[in-house]
């Protein structure tokens, strides 16, 4: 009977990587953890060790010919993840440097033996481990075999029983190395660069024996240390919201009664809702009162603000919401943000409320919150959004900056209207040297909704929707006409803002 072997994964400390890992990390694996300089490689190998060492788990760091012990301590104890007494404890740091001068792979290793043989380490670091390799490459000395010498480091670690890693600066993740091949996991940092915008990414391009998230993982360096932004793994619906009967049956109130016999009943439960209009056009007061009634039931909610300088301060109701804990905040001044960042800031919140409601504004400012790398194909970051939020249930309302054109008809900038289940369009028209707001509800996918074009106006109060100005015609070309069949025309005055007929 053959007996399944159980590999143990280890916890690594560092928020969002066991997750990409596919669980943790194998104990008793051969690792490296390679890319360009500066991306985060003694980072993350110093947060994995902090949180993984202990008296029974020793771990050692070899320095090569990079930074001395020293400096590297001076640098990472700014971290909050460094503690002190850890150094003393369970961690301790040798210099190779002057073994790797003399050239010699074979004492290299005789060196890494004598010292994990003495002390006996469940952890093992060497750091940089290309350093080793440029060293032995300088040199005539026909015994510097590298294939040979990383087989017997990493058969000589397996055995000893202790978690390893190699770190290095590696430019190219394509070409031939035999570190590569022997390697049990391998970790690549990537760092981009465009303009004055940097954006962290991680692949996890190999680990034996389990599987891990694809694709790159965007990361980002505080004061806290690395922090990988995993890509949210949540059950996927057997169908779309638009085509669940029971969202359809199941609506949420807007705060507005006439906006909500526009939609049909208010917005199906799940339904992801696009407000466009111009500046000025009330559509933060519409979000907000989407939150407020919300409240009103029971619900909490969550608003994502990214403009330059949100005025939720200035919002009473908004304010009110968010400091009685009926409304979560996601306000982040981070600069270069990528979209799993954001994503991760949203359903972290939502998970805290339990949030039924969310709220976006504004796509515009979230466009510029972005990064360069994720503006270039801001219809795949929306998308990428729009599905992890119907993914968890939860209700999006979305504004959307939309400048006034009136000699075409849109209802998105970025071409993204087929993302949403349902648009509600405000545009300003102009009669007898006055602008005026006017509202329509474009769809509410699989449900009857109003077709009609009406008036509204914005006071103190919020909102007030009124009737159509049948009257008239053009009214989306800015500037409407009265019909002929009108013999005078009328002054416009605010009564006729009247009640829903």
Known sequence: M???????????????????????????????????P?????????????????????ALYFTVLGEPPLKMLRYQQQFEFFDNEAVTRSIRYINLAGDTLTGDLDEVLRRI????EAHGPSLVFVDSFRSVVLASSTQSNPNNNLAQFVQQLGMMMTTWQATTFLIGEYFNETQSNPVFTVADGLIWLHQSVKRNSIVRKM????MRGQPTLPGLHSFRISNAGIKVFAPAVTPVKSSRPAENSEALDFRLL??????????????????????????GSGKSILATTF??????????????????????????TLANLISTGQVGLVDSRSPDLSIEEVIHMLLAEIKRLGASRVVIDSLSGFELALAPTFREDFRESLSCLVSSLASVGVTVLMTSELEDRYTDLRFSPYGTAFLTDAIIVQRYIEIESRLLRVMAVVKVRASQHSHELRLYQIDDQGIHIGKMLVEREGLLGGRPTQKNNQTSMPRFEADELGTLS
């Open 2 to 36: 053959n007996t399944k072997v159980t590999i143990n994964r280890l916890r690594t400390g560092v928020p969002g990587l066991d997750e990409v890992l596919g669980g943790g990390l194998p104990e008793f694996s051969f690792n490296l953890i390679a890319g360009k």
């Open 38 to 58: 500066g991306c985060g490689k003694t980072t993350l190998a110093h947060q994995m060790m902090f949180a993984l060492a202990a008296p029974e788990r020793p």
């Open 113 to 116: 033996v004598a010292e994990v």
């Open 203 to 206: 692949e996890i391009m190999k």
């Open 254 to 279: 807007m705060g507005n009664a006439h906006l909500d016999e526009m939609l049909g009943g208010g917005l199906p439960r799940g339904y992801s809702l696009l407000v466009a209009g111009p500046s």
């Open 291 to 316: 939150l407020a009634e919300g409240a009103r039931g029971g619900e909490t909610g969550v608003i994502a603000v990214f403009e330059q300088r949100p005025n939720y301060a200035q919002n009473a």
